[in-house]
């Protein structure tokens, strides 16, 4: 077989600025450790994101010139809906300004204390509204999600076993939802079966819990249903997309990722008297239920890039490219998760960094490490992030410590990615040289975003 090649040429191009070892040490020093508080004018290869950061189409920059601004009934509106009721099959299809407002809204509604919600994995900002509620997120991630290293190829599932036995101990009508992410971020950007979603459906059905979709990323967790799912080598991934959703009650989507759109998103669902009190936040929130928290331009490069998605030809170079950097990284040994995820690279930064405790933070450690080598900036998917402190203040560390290189969509091209592997593989052959850091400053909610940091010199 030929190379994969990028299915796109380039019109149009932004400048990568270059800056030297000695100015990355002071930007890292002067942003505190924290990635997230550096200018993306001094990253050179900004892996921090695939959210809002894909690059758009001719035709999507053509459809924010068609946008049509009205505050009600935009015919931007109804090109939009009409394209999510067609891959959803859901009727009721309300916009907000991205992912988490959807979240937010639901949650509201259907959240509060002595409530659990169940996912796969619930993504930060889920868990965060979830928990702002007052209710409890569980992730039942499947056994197969928690080992890193070995492949397999629905790393995303549920475990269906934990889900009946987590509703016989907590009732039914103490689980509003059961959320499903597609892929499953937080686990890797690892796909979740059709088999799994049925057989969590069924759970669901038996139980009167309605079952909603993360689809922050449904068409890439549709192509790896299309390459490993036998029942579905055949069938178009559009057409994989719409029984996916026909199992759903509901989704929640940032359009950010999967329609390759700079901002927006959308809440969906079946339920009207659901639809009804949610509809009512989103006025007082977002804004009125014909353009939620988007202006018509937006609406429109979201409706034309959820189908440009579904195009084969992009998802093989999308889910390739992803690929190719993953298995150079293990062959010069580097611990990732295997197989590659959808939309990023993740590091196991516990096993790169076994001389650095979870008390110091090893994920982090690494991200100023791939900062200040090679100007990359990547995010940590660990203790910084999901951490907690127990009555005496200690560290309950997350799960897994890991890295994310999250790759935009179209965005950069092979000898970038190149890059990439030769400084992390660069890293990793001086990788007993990076210190642990300690956090200095923190806020009680999702810390990650603003923490300062310091490393520590043994
Ligand atoms: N769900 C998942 C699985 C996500 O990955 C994200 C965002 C959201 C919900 C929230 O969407 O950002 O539009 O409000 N993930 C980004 C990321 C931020 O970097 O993975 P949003």
């Known amino acids: 077989m030929k190379t994969i090649i990028e299915p796109f040429k380039i019109k149009s191009v932004e400048p990568i600025y270059f800056n030297t070892k000695e100015e990355r040490a002071e930007i890292l020093e002067n942003a505190s450790h924290n990635p997230f508080l550096i200018r993306s004018a001094d990253v050179l290869i900004d892996l ?3 959210s809002g950061t894909s690059a758009m189409s001719s035709e999507q920059w053509a459809g924010i010139m068609k946008g049509d601004e009205s505050y009600a009934g935009s015919p931007s509106f109804f090109h939009f809906e009409k394209t ?10 309300m916009p907000t300004h991205q992912g988490r407002a959807a979240e937010k809204i639901l949650f509201n509604i259907l959240g509060g204390k002595g409530k659990y919600f169940v996912s796969n994995t619930l993504f930060d900002t889920t868990r965060a509204n979830i928990e ?21 190829p629905f790393k995303g599932n549920m475990d269906t076993v934990a889900l009946k036995q987590f509703i016989l101990e907590k009732g039914a009508s103490n689980i509003p939802l059961c959320l499903i992410t ?26 009167n819990i309605p079952l909603f979709i993360d689809a922050c990323r ?12 036998k029942e579905f080598a055949n069938t178009t991934v559009e057409n994989i997309a719409k029984e996916l959703f026909s199992y759903a009650d509901g989704c929640t989507m940032s359009a950010k990722k999967d329609a390759f759109a700079n901002i927006g998103g959308f809440l969906a669902m079946h339920n009207e008297a659901l639809a009804q009190q949610c509809r009512n936040l989103l006025i007082i929130t977002e804004g009125f239920p014909t353009y939620g928290g988007l202006a018509g331009r937006d609406l429109e490069a979201i409706a034309i890039g959820l189908k440009e998605v579904m195009d084969e030809h992009y998802l093989q170079y999308r889910i390739r490219s992803i690929e190719y950097l993953t298995n150079k990284l293990i062959a010069a040994g580097v611990p990732v998760i295997q197989p590659a995820g959808g939309h990023a690279v993740y590091i196991d930064a516990k096993e790169f960094l076994d001389h ?7 994920g982090q450690a690494l991200v100023c490490a791939l900062y200040l080598e090679g100007g990359i ?7 910084l992030m999901f951490g907690k402190y127990d009555s005496n203040g200690k560290l309950i560390p997350a799960q897994m410590e890991l890295v994310r290189l999250a790759i935009p969509r179209r965005v950069y091209t092979q000898s970038h990615i190149d890059y990439v592997a030769e400084v992390i593989i660069e890293v990793f052959e001086n990788r007993k040289k990076i210190n642990g850091l300690l956090i200095t400053e923190e806020a009680k909610m999702l810390r990650h975003f603003t923490a300062k940091l310091a490393p520590i010199n043994n």
Not at 356 to 362: A, F, L, M, R
């Open 48 to 50: 921090l994101t695939d």
């Open 84 to 93: 999510v009721k067609e891959i959803t099959g859901m009727p009721i299809v």
């Open 132 to 152: 702002f509620s007052g209710a409890e997120g569980v992730d039942l991630l499947c056994e197969e999600g928690k080992r890193t290293t070995i492949p397999s």
């Open 182 to 207: 597609v892929t499953n971020n937080s686990g890797g950007g690892q796909p979740v079966s059709m088999q799994n979603i049925r057989e969590v459906k069924k759970i669901c059905v038996e139980n």
């Open 218 to 229: 449904f068409a890439e967790n549709c192509y790896f249903i299309k390459m490993r799912e």
């Open 356 to 362: 650095i405790p979870v008390e110091q933070y090893p």
């Open 377 to 383: 900036r990547s995010v940590e998917i660990g203790s």
